[in-house]
């Protein structure tokens, strides 16, 4: 019997191996397999990584081991894709665009709890180039809507991940020089029960972003997309509110609100963005290209990037997910002069997969290892 069994284990046996080696080759080096959407723009000087929603998911004493294999091999999954394109990019600057975690409502201990995975399984800063600057940006799920954001709920997330609202300044010659704006847009719109942020961030806006004397172009980093009507993106226009009871506070929206958009377009890129930039957001989760254009006085949207739609006007790209279910993305933002000495920007998303490719390449590797290669073995030396 084992001499009729022989051959067709010994198939068996390499069938497991190849497709093992297939599937990490794949998990490895995913992005040579697409050269357009996984490098650089060859003249940029700016190679911003980012990282759209990755909401970690908690875990508690009456969680079933399956879903903390689940949370564990998730963590495994966006810490590989954060390591794998840190390491082929060699980024200047990674950014998390809002949503680190999955809900505002923990309590400390699993907020921090989760910190704790974000910071060594996930996102691990010894892997950073030197140099290379690593910026959060905080999301509803990370301190709430309006109507949910409390003080308690701000310092913990500012002890863990750093400021809401920041400027900071790139480039050594004038000419290359440029600045990144990270802008808590979650407090923009009200009402709110603590009115007190929206006055800082609107604060932020008027007196340190506007009158900055800066005339090279700007990187907006935020976590709610600007406003825009109905088929621009995936999400369109949405806002809900609390009850009278909570005087009516903001409780859920999709985009800014309208007026909300054109001062933080006046504030952040002056009016027709004379000095060029784009903006980053994250949010809707499918992930969208917009472009912001000045007309009469006031912004419009179209769909589409500058390039298509013909327009100098700012580029709004809203990062697809990095979570499994939307492909494991990274989002390149390319940026630096044209020969015509106008700043440029590009955008690509590099994607892995869903999880279940990730989760399959352990599989096979355990099963090679620990089945195919005993087994093939043992029929090599005639023992089996």
């Not at 007196?207 to 621009?232: C, M, S, W, Y």
Request: aromatic residues 12%; proline residues 5%.
């Amino acid at each position: 019997m084992w001499t009729l069994l022989r051959g067709p284990l010994k198939v068996l046996g390499w069938l497991v191996l190849f497709a093992s080696l297939a599937a990490n080759l794949y998990l490895y080096y995913y992005p040579l397999l697409q050269p357009a959407a996984c490098n650089w723009r060859s003249d940029s000087t700016v190679h911003l990584l980012a990282f759209g929603d990755p909401q970690i998911r908690g875990s508690d004493a009456s969680s079933s081991y399956r879903t903390k294999l689940d949370l564990y091999g998730n963590d495994l999954y966006l810490g590989h894709i954060y390591k794998t394109l840190v390491g082929a990019l060699q980024p200047t600057h990674v950014a998390v665009m809002g949503d680190l975690l999955s809900s505002q409502w923990i309590p400390d201990e699993s907020f921090y709890e989760r910190v704790q995975r974000y910071k060594e399984r996930i996102f691990r800063p010894e892997l950073l180039p030197p140099g290379t600057d690593m910026i959060n940006i905080t999301g509803n799920h990370d301190i709430g809507y309006a109507g949910e954001v409390t003080p308690e709920r701000v310092a913990r997330y500012e002890h863990a991940f750093g400021q809401l609202n920041f400027i900071k300044y790139y480039g050594e010659e004038e000419k290359n020089k440029y600045r990144i704006v990270v802008l808590n847009s979650l407090v923009l719109d009200g009402p709110m029960g603590y009115d007190q942020f929206r006055k800082d961030a609107w604060n932020f806006l008027e007196n340190v972003v506007a009158r900055d004397q800066f005339t090279g172009p700007t990187i907006l980093l935020t976590h709610v997309p600007l406003a825009k009507p109905e088929g621009v993106c995936s999400d369109g226009p949405y806002f809900t509110y609390y009850g009278e009871e909570y005087d009516w506070a903001l409780r859920e929206q999709n985009h800014l609100a309208e007026e909300t958009s054109q001062r933080v377009l006046d504030f952040v890129f002056g009016p027709g963005n004379p000095h060029g930039g784009v903006i980053l957001t994250g949010h809707d989760h499918e992930g969208c290209e917009s472009t912001y254009h000045y007309e009469e006085g006031r912004w419009a949207v179209s769909a589409g990037s500058p390039a298509t739609t013909g327009t100098r006007g700012v580029h709004e790209i809203t990062v697809r997910s990095m979570m499994g279910e939307f492909g494991g993305n990274g989002g390149l933002l390319s940026g630096g002069r044209r020969d015509d000495g106008e700043w440029n920007f590009t955008f690509s998303l590099c994607t892995f997969g869903v999880q279940h490719i990730w989760w399959a390449s352990k599989v096979l590797t355990g099963i090679a290892v620990g089945v195919a290669i005993p087994v093939l073995s043992l029929l090599s030396l005639g023992l089996l």
